[in-house]
């Protein structure tokens, strides 16, 4: 495997002696809807000459370092894309580390700014970013298609981030992806939406088996009950609200969880209509209403180039596991020697 890693246009790749774990988080399956800044550290020699910000003649001298770009590539695709966040230099090795978060990082600091009605939510999360000055880091066709679902069953929402609240780019996109099932995550540089869809059985969308063959070291299977929720209500138009329960999955696990949104006409976030908060409310369910079991293994090759949210047959008979389908939800990518762990959600 080819690895080069650049920061300030500069290829420091000699100097790297410790590639470190490449960490992307796509987390919708367990009803969690938590977006994640994902952080790389690099760890680099001669750091007491040549990368720290008081050496002169190091790449860092006199150079403000916040948010500078920088970039991971193995054989010659890009598997990082960040912003600098800090430089640490040991004094006792002189070795340099070097921390990055991806581009999620941006929305954490930028208040969003867009008002509309009867936006679909893909559209309304691209504009929100786009409004930020983020188009660059944004995979735009990735949004499109996220949208195409709501564009099909009618189903919008209104916005109303104004840029003298305090909600930032970050929070509008996790409340619009929490609402709508639309996943923002970052993957191989950009930031890109997906929406959950049920799966339909019969090996449909499975791109991997992962078995004996596959995997180094079956780590831990556990069950996500508190992650359940099989009840929803949500709130449209100026006081109307709607609910919907999963019968089938209150008889199975014998507990109802309610889960409310608030999204009456007047807030930030609201669903103008009934239409529009039954296809949100049922597609919620879809992917709430059972518990999923979470499963984490580490990988070789053969699944190097797995990716968030490809679904997979696992197959382990020491978790008593047998084509069990699930998907992708988090991937630690290791450059130096070609492995990858997953954690993986059944669906």
């Known amino acids: 495997m080819t690895r080069q890693f650049t920061i300030l246009g500069q290829d420091v790749s000699a100097y790297v002696y410790d590639w470190g774990s490449v960490d992307d988080v796509k987390d919708m399956l367990l009803a969690q809807t938590q977006l994640f800044a994902g952080q790389y550290q690099i760890k680099l020699l001669r750091g007491d000459t040549l990368f720290s910000p008081y050496a002169k003649g190091s790449l860092f001298y006199g150079r403000p370092l916040l948010n500078q770009p920088a970039t991971l590539t193995l054989n010659g695709q890009v598997a990082y894309n960040g912003l600098l966040k800090s430089v640490d230099i040991d004094g006792t090795t002189r070795q340099a580390t070097l921390t990055m978060e991806n581009y999620l990082s ?22 929100i970013l786009t409004a930020a000055g983020l188009s660059l880091y944004v995979d735009t066709n990735s949004f499109e298609s996220a949208g195409s679902g709501a564009s099909a069953a009618g189903a919008t929402i209104n916005v109303a981030y104004l840029p003298t609240k305090t909600t930032t780019v970050l929070a509008a996109l996790q409340a619009i992806s929490q609402l709508c099932s639309i996943t923002v995550f970052v993957q191989n540089g950009l930031i890109r939406a997906r929406t959950w869809t049920p799966y339909e059985g019969n090996g449909s969308g499975i791109k991997w088996t992962i078995d004996q063959n596959a995997a180094r070291t ?18 449209y138009g100026a006081s109307s609200s709607v609910a919907l329960q999963d019968t089938a999955s209150i008889a199975r696990y014998q507990i109802t969880n309610t889960f409310p949104f608030s999204t009456n006409t007047g807030g930030e976030l609201a669903v103008p209509d009934l239409v529009s908060a039954q296809y949100f409310g049922q597609l919620f369910l879809d992917r709430a209403s059972t518990v999923r079991g979470v499963v984490e293994v580490d990988a070789g090759p053969s699944l190097i180039d797995a990716e968030l ?32 762990a997953l954690k993986l959600a059944t669906i």
């Open 106 to 127: 941006k929305p954490t600091s930028i208040i969003a700014n867009l008002t509309a009605n009867g936006a679909n939510p893909a559209t309304a999360m691209l504009s």
């Open 218 to 235: 079956w780590k831990t299977l556990t069950q996500a009950y508190d992650n359940l929720n099989n009840s929803v209500t949500i709130g």
């Open 309 to 340: 949210g490809d679904r997979v047959y696992l197959t382990a008979p020491n978790l008593g596991m047998t084509l069990v389908p699930a998907e992708i939800i988090e991937t630690h990518r290791s450059p130096l020697d070609n492995g990858i």
